[in-house]
């Protein structure tokens, strides 16, 4: 059964960088579509459906992010470590909170998450 375990977050003052990281195990990530979603201060962990869409990859790799990340967001995967990331540059305030990876996978598989503080 796939599972999905992310690193990289921490606390950083705006405009600075992250790169997270997000591990798949027991299925390989090529040839699926994966993305990075957030989990905005004061919502609900467990509520997938208040997540909010950050950045994605198609099964071709096309990259596709919302507007608010676009020109300072990249997302890229390693299909021989098996490992998506999410390199963030010049971060703002309101990038802060619990950053998911997603993999389309049946199902869909979710990670347990990684907190990003972004300090004015």
């Known amino acids: 059964q796939a599972q999905l375990v992310e690193s990289g977050g921490g606390l950083v003052q705006a405009g600075g960088s992250l790169r997270l990281s997000c591990a798949a195990s027991?299925?390989?990530?090529?040839?699926?579509?994966v993305g990075w979603y957030r989990q905005a201060p004061g919502g609900s962990r467990d509520s997938i459906g208040s997540?909010?869409?950050?950045?994605?990859?198609?099964?071709?790799?096309?990259?596709y992010y919302t507007d608010s990340v676009k020109g300072r967001f990249t997302i890229s995967r390693d299909n021989a470590n098996k490992t998506v990331y999410l390199q963030m540059n010049s971060l703002k305030v309101e990038d802060t909170g619990v950053y998911y990876c997603f993999l389309a996978l049946g199902r869909g598989v979710w990670g347990s998450g990684t907190q990003v503080t972004v300090s004015a």
């Open positions: 027991g299925s390989s990530l090529r040839n699926n579509p």
């Open positions: 997540r909010d869409f950050i950045a994605r990859l198609t099964a071709a790799d096309d990259p």
